[in-house]
């Protein structure tokens, strides 16, 4: 495994999305607005370990029509590790990770687990026009119960098994969480956690939180949900055969949320709309819901995530 300190990357504005808003101790670095891009070098890391930087690159969303951000630039305050792992459920393929922590707070925090689109990867929360850390740091700043984001590249994968042989959902499960448990220097605890995901992350963060259950998984905040509700209609990127779909499709599976609080945002012109609000009819009881003129991009899933966040912090902090 590989871990670095690095820069909180930060997009460019996306059209009129809506956005809010020291010393280097070991290998972290606290991270300010006045610090230019080449400013903060690697750290030192352990004797045994390959200390790499992460270049800043585009991160895609699955809808085509999302706009691309520009080359990241430096944001205020956030504390990023970065790091990697060979993955035995991703057919051993390297790993990347990343975790943001609020600056200035010390000692273990809860996390959340961010489970991101198709065609994107670990660093869209952070560079793909989402900016979660900034959310996260707004949240810790304002006097609220802190806690930190973690995200880990799952490919194309679903976050469930697939017939190539890869099992997204068993890297996170199996592989992710007990590496943010073991690694003393993030100072995370997963004993109680909360799931976030958009589009396929979204679909990924129900599965994942339901295997779980309460009173482990304190939380679920989804946008954009990839759900698909016809067993005679769905894409292979999503399920390899309809007994895949049949054994990993949510629809029938709602008991299995009777004890996780729910916030489940979805604009009213996205794909995902009908499907989810069929979902959702089969829920008890019914989740928290938001929905407001908007389709599958940054600039919709932006918008909702200052309330996702503070939902996401207080039931962390119950």
């Not at 952070?126 to 700043?141: K, N, P, R, V, Y």
Request: charged share 15%.
């Amino acid at each position: 495994m590989t871990t670095s300190a690095n820069q909180a990357p930060s997009p460019g504005p996306l059209g009129d999305s809506r956005t809010r808003g020291g010393p280097v101790t070991g290998r972290r670095a606290l991270l300010g607005a006045g610090l230019a891009a080449g400013a903060l070098g690697l750290l030192a890391a352990c004797s045994d370990e390959k200390v790499q930087r992460v270049a800043p690159q585009p991160v895609r969303a699955d809808d085509p029509s999302t706009q691309v951000p520009k080359t990241p630039t430096p944001t205020d305050a956030a504390e990023i590790f970065t790091g990697s792992f060979e993955s035995a459920q991703m057919l051993g393929r390297e790993t990347n990770w990343m975790v943001a922590r609020p600056a200035g707070v010390t000692g273990e925090l809860p996390v959340v687990v961010v489970l991101h689109a198709l065609n994107t990867d670990h660093r869209a929360a952070f560079m793909g026009g989402l900016e979660m850390q900034s959310l996260m740091q707004d949240w810790a700043t304002e006097g609220n119960a802190p806690f930190a984001l973690a995200s880990v590249d799952a490919d194309r994968s679903y976050y469930h098994p697939r017939t190539d042989g890869t099992d997204g959902g068993a890297m996170v499960l199996d592989e992710f969480l007990p590496l943010l448990e073991g690694n003393p220097e993030l100072g995370l605890r997963t004993d109680r956690i909360g799931f976030f995901g958009w589009s396929m992350g979204g679909y990924g963060a129900l599965r994942l939180g339901a295997m779980l259950g309460a009173p482990r998984v304190a939380a679920i905040a989804v946008s954009s949900p990839a759900l698909w509700g016809d067993p005679a209609n769905f894409p292979p990127r999503a399920f390899d055969t309809l007994a895949d779909y049949q054994a990993n499709s949510l629809f029938g599976q709602q008991d299995s949320f009777t004890q996780i609080p729910l916030l489940i945002e979805c604009g009213s012109s996205d794909q995902f709309f009908t499907y989810t609000r069929q979902w959702m009819a089969g829920l008890r009881p019914p989740p928290a819901f938001g929905t407001s003129p908007g389709g599958h991009t940054n600039r919709y899933w932006r918008g909702v995530l200052p309330e996702q966040i503070a939902f996401l912090g207080r039931s962390l902090a119950d």
